[in-house]
């Protein structure tokens, strides 16, 4: 099973800033990634697949990179409504698995 | 409009049985494939099952595997989860998901997700 670490466990920014989030697997996955936002109450929403492409309506301050093990999310100037929990996930091959979460908070 | 509407939740005992419903709308349902995702209190995700079109295959993750069949009804556009064996760590807000193309790609859509709850 691919492990997905995220960092750092929790993100304080100040609204305007970027903010950046990494994503570690413990083997390749290529650029088989996704990005997801979850705010309380409500389900995930997909950001980012394939690693860097955008999901419908996203928009383009949130950017992903990265291939291989090596990934990352940047949200290039924080909006009142990006405060959430952001997981990265992998789809390489079976089990699925999610990394932690970041909790990006004011 | 794609929606997902996961049916089923509840407050069940150790040991008993879970059904799940995800009605689905707004997209012809027997070309995707599906999955179940869920999520402790407070926790993060975790993916639970997966079954693809014509429900040739399957996956189950270990942590549900023996206890677990996913299922599909493509005339009733309904993706099912039945789970045996409830442990109090079953307990979890229960996610369908719609797998955005072919078997292996992101999540494009969610439910809203079902509270289940396994206590004596």
């Known amino acids: 099973e691919i492990v997905m670490t995220q960092s750092p466990g929790t993100l304080s920014v100040s609204p305007g800033e970027r903010a950046t989030l990494s994503c570690r697997a413990s083997q390749s996955v290529r650029n088989n990634i996704a990005w997801y936002q979850q705010k309380p109450g409500q389900a995930p929403r997909p950001l980012i697949y394939?690693?860097?492409t955008r999901a419908t309506d996203i928009p383009a301050r949130f950017s992903g990179s990265g291939s291989g093990t090596e990934f990352t999310l940047t949200i290039s100037s924080l909006q009142s409504e990006d405060f959430a929990v952001y997981y990265c996930?992998?789809?390489?091959?079976?089990?699925?698995?999610f990394g932690g979460g970041t909790k990006v908070e004011i | 409009e794609v929606q997902l509407v996961e049916s089923g939740g509840g407050l069940l005992q150790p040991g008993g049985s879970l059904g799940l419903s995800c009605a689905t709308s707004g997209f012809t349902f027997s070309r995707y494939s599906m999955n179940w995702v869920r999520q402790a209190p407070g926790k993060g995700l975790e993916w639970v099952s997966y079954?693809?079109?014509?429900?040739?295959?399957?996956y189950y993750a270990d942590s549900v595997k023996g206890r677990c069949t996913i299922s599909r009804d493509d005339a009733k556009n309904l993706l099912y989860l039945q789970l045996n064996s409830l442990r109090d760590e079953d307990t979890a807000v229960y996610y369908c998901?719609?797998?955005?193309?072919?078997?292996?790609?992101?999540?494009?859509?969610w439910g809203q997700g079902a509270l289940v709850i396994v206590s004596a």
């Open positions: 998901a719609r797998v955005f193309y072919g078997s292996a790609s992101h999540f494009d859509y």
């Open positions: 996930q992998h789809y390489n091959n079976w089990p699925l698995t």
């Open positions: 394939g690693a860097s």
């Open positions: 079954i693809s079109t014509s429900s040739t295959t399957i």
